[in-house]
Each structure stands twice: as C-alpha cells, then as structure tokens.
C-alpha cells in the first residue's frame, strides 16, 4: 500500500508542481492588474478604492513565497532557482511588499495621498528588486 502511494505521488507531482507555477503566474499577472488600477485610482484621486487594491496586494504577497516548492523549478516557469538557496532574502522581499501594501491601505484609509504616492512608488521598486535576483 505504502509503495501504491509513494508510486502514485511520484506520478502526480509534476501535476502538483506545474498546478503551483500557474498559481504563482496568476498572482503576479493579478499583482500587475491591481498596481495598473492603483495607478488610475490615485491619477483619478479615488482613493474609496485603494484600499481594497492595496489589501488584495498585500494577500497575493503573504502567500506569493509558499507557491516555491523545491520541486516546482522546472518546466513552464520563469522563477530563478536561487530562491532555493537563498529563501530567506526572497521571503524578506515578499515581506516587505506586503508591508508597503498593508501601509498603502492605511493611507488610503487615512485620505493621505502623499503617503501614498510614496508606497505606490516602493511597490513598483519590489518589481525590480525581486525580478533582478530571481527571475530569469
Ligand atoms: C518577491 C518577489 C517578486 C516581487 C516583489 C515581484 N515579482 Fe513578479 N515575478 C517573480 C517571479 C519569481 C516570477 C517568475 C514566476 C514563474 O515564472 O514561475 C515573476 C513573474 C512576473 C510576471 C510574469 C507572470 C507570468 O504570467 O508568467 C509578471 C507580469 C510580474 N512578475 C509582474 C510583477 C510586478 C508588476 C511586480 C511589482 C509591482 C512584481 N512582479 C513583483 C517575483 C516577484
């Protein structure tokens, strides 16, 4: 029975892995929707729905470091396999963009356009500091 099942998740872990490669795509696809949206609504000032944008980025951004198993390097994906050896400096980066979106939404619920602008501009930073180091 043991060795069924060890068969049988040898089997469907490419499934597993290629199934967490969309899911991490996706969330960056919905991340660069959302920072477009952002974008419009603080051009627009309205700022009723950043806080909403903002609050979506910081989820994508707490969960964006588990969708990285060892296992899910090959194939379809662009992520840089030095996040394997290097998870801790690639957790801090996803930390730290949940922690500018969690401090955009409190702007935006405080009506603070300066604080704002300035944490739209270090969400558009994380971009570059993640992708430079661990996409290919
Ligand atoms: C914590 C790291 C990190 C941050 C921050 C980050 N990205 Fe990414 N991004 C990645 C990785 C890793 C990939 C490659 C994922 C893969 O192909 O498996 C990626 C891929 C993408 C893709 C391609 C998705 C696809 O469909 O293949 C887009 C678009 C993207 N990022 C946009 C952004 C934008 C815009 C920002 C900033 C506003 C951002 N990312 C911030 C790590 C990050």
């Known amino acids: 029975m043991i060795k069924f099942l060890t068969f ?6 490419p499934v597993i892995a290629s199934d967490v490669i969309n899911q991490r795509q996706d969330s960056m696809q919905d ?7 952002a974008n419009q609504s603080l051009k627009n000032s309205e700022i009723e729905i950043l806080a909403k944008i903002y609050g979506d980025i910081e989820s994508i951004m707490k969960t964006y470091p588990t969708l990285f198993p060892n296992d899910s390097f090959d194939g379809k994906t662009k992520a840089s396999n030095d996040i394997i050896d290097n998870r801790e ?6 930390n730290d963009t949940a922690e500018w979106a969690a401090l955009a939404k409190i702007a935006a619920e405080n009506n603070d356009l300066e ?3 300035q944490h739209q ?3 558009y930073g994380s971009c570059k500091s993640c ?4 996409k290919n």
């Open 115 to 117: 604080a704002l602008q």
């Open 31 to 37: 991340f660069n929707k959302l920072m477009r949206a």
């Open 89 to 94: 400096i690639f957790n801090q980066i996803a």
């Open 131 to 134: 992708h430079s180091r661990f």
């Open 121 to 123: 501009q270090n969400l």
């Open 8 to 13: 049988l998740l040898l089997l469907i872990s």
